[in-house]
């Protein structure tokens, strides 16, 4: 290598970055023509005439130029200096939501520091909720299944009366079972509304209450002695074994089976034939809704479940007694004989070409309509020889209803009807 090459690397090498070799070639600093050079510009505030300023200054912290102190954000007149919320400068969002001054919205709910805090809902010192806090809702089954309830009472039958079951207990477990009720003729109704409604009503066919230890309606307790009902009071564990729920009440009617007919004979009628209802909530709500809008009575076909089952009674809410009705009939022979008393026999269907509205009134005087099973409606058959098909107008995105909810547009249709023939 050269000595010229030599000399070119060693310059490189040592070299600082930003550092020319041509000092004299540097390009001098511009003057503005009165001695000022970068960063002599006045502070924020301004200065006194003749008097240089840069970016820092020897003057005091917290003293203006003239020497005055100088007042800090938040420090309004004396204290120790430290910040002060209530005599910071009001700014927009200073003030809480409902609490205006002058009149004007939000004062009827008070300050905290003049009256107690009232929230919306008028509740003193309650907290206010900008949102009200998610709520998942828990569904919890309270039936006894039929099978449960029968192996329940089983097991009773084949425990030895040392066991703490007496005979008039082993009575009553087998009642909560289908056979059982059928057998002895008698059947439970189970919850505070239930049995005051067998008490009121049906004072007859009561043959006693039965109240858990800790039971303590006093009105109820009061109505049952004025009637002259014997009450037992059961331990906790053996209100529980005859009960149908699974949390309990705490008070059981013991009633003999009963139950009052239709007359056909009637000169304006409105009959419902139950054609194989199995839900026994279904069915207790067909009883409440006939006893709502005045129907005559109930005709339950073979295949529906028995009207005494504790299920119903707690869906009518006791009041099934109050509608005439008969159970385990031959439909096919009651349309024949309803027909012959001068019923029209009128089947819902979702192929019909008219409404109930639609039939001509002098056909609607005495009136018998079907109602189907939960799942697989109507019986075709009952459909084929009924004397009217009728559909319940609704939207197409419908395909059907709950055999409960259609039995009350047709029972609110049917009371109508009947009240413009009189």
Same mark, same amino acid.
């Given at each position: 290598m050269s000595e010229e090459n030599k000399r070119t690397v060693r310059s490189t090498l040592t070299r600082k970055f930003g550092v020319s070799e041509k000092k004299d070639e540097r390009r001098p600093r511009k003057d503005d023509g009165e001695g000022k050079k970068f960063g002599d510009?006045?502070? /924020?505030?301004?200065r006194s005439d003749g008097e240089r300023a840069g970016f820092r200054s020897d003057r005091p912290r917290g003293l203006r130029e003239d020497g005055s102190k100088r007042e800090e954000f938040g420090r309004r007149g004396e204290g120790d200096g430290r910040f002060d919320r209530e005599r910071r400068p009001r700014r927009f969002g200073d003030r809480p939501f409902g609490r205006r001054e002058g009149g004007r919205f939000g004062d009827r709910f008070g300050k905290r520091g003049d009256r107690p805090f009232r929230s919306f809902d008028g509740a003193e010192n309650a907290p206010v909720y900008r949102q009200r806090p998610e709520q998942k809702e828990t569904v919890v089954d309270?039936?006894?299944?039929?099978?449960?309830?029968? #192996? =329940?009472?089983?097991?009773?039958?084949? #425990? @030895?009366?040392?066991?703490?079951?007496p005979p008039w207990f082993r009575k009553l477990l087998a009642i909560t079972t289908e056979k059982g009720r059928e057998r002895e003729g008698r059947f439970l109704g189970e919850g505070v509304h239930v049995v005051d409604e067998l008490v009121t009503k049906h004072r007859e066919i009561v043959i006693a209450i039965y109240v858990a230890e800790d039971f303590e309606n006093e009105a109820l307790i009061e109505k049952i002695n004025d009637a002259d009902i014997t009450i037992h009071v059961l331990e906790a564990d053996k209100m529980k074994q005859i009960s149908s729920t699974v949390t309990t009440q705490g008070i059981i009617a013991h009633c003999r089976i009963a139950n009052t007919? @239709?007359?056909?004979? #009637?000169? =304006?009628?409105?009959? $419902?034939?139950?054609? #194989?209802?199995?839900? @026994?909530?279904?069915?207790g709500t067909l009883f409440r809704t006939s006893l709502g809008f005045g129907s005559n009575g109930m005709v339950l076909g073979r295949g529906t479940v028995s009207p005494f089952n504790p299920k119903v009674v707690r869906g009518s809410s006791g009041t099934f007694l109050r509608v005439p009705f008969e159970f385990d009939i031959d439909l096919i022979d009651h349309i024949n004989f309803l027909r012959s008393k001068g019923y029209t026999i009128i089947a819902t269907d979702l192929h019909?070409?008219?409404?109930?509205?639609?039939?001509?009134? =002098?056909?609607?005087?005495?009136m018998a309509f079907l109602v189907g099973n939960e799942g697989a409606g109507t019986n075709p058959? /009952?459909?084929?020889?009924?004397?009217? $098909?009728?559909?319940?107008?609704?939207?197409?995105?419908?395909e059907s209803l709950n055999v409960s909810v259609a039995h009350g547009i047709l029972s609110y249709e049917a009371a109508q009807i009947q009240e413009e023939l009189k």
């Open positions: 510009r006045p502070t /924020f505030g301004g309270e039936n006894i299944d039929e099978a449960a309830l029968e #192996a =329940r009472a089983a097991q009773a039958e084949t #425990a @030895p009366e040392s066991a703490g079951n007919k @239709p007359v056909y004979e #009637a000169s =304006r009628s409105v009959i $419902t034939l139950v054609d #194989a209802v199995q839900d @026994p909530g279904n069915l019909a070409k008219q409404t109930l509205r639609d039939i001509p009134a =002098r056909k609607l005087r005495k058959y /009952f459909i084929e020889i009924a004397d009217e $098909t009728v559909k319940i107008p609704m939207s197409s995105e419908l």
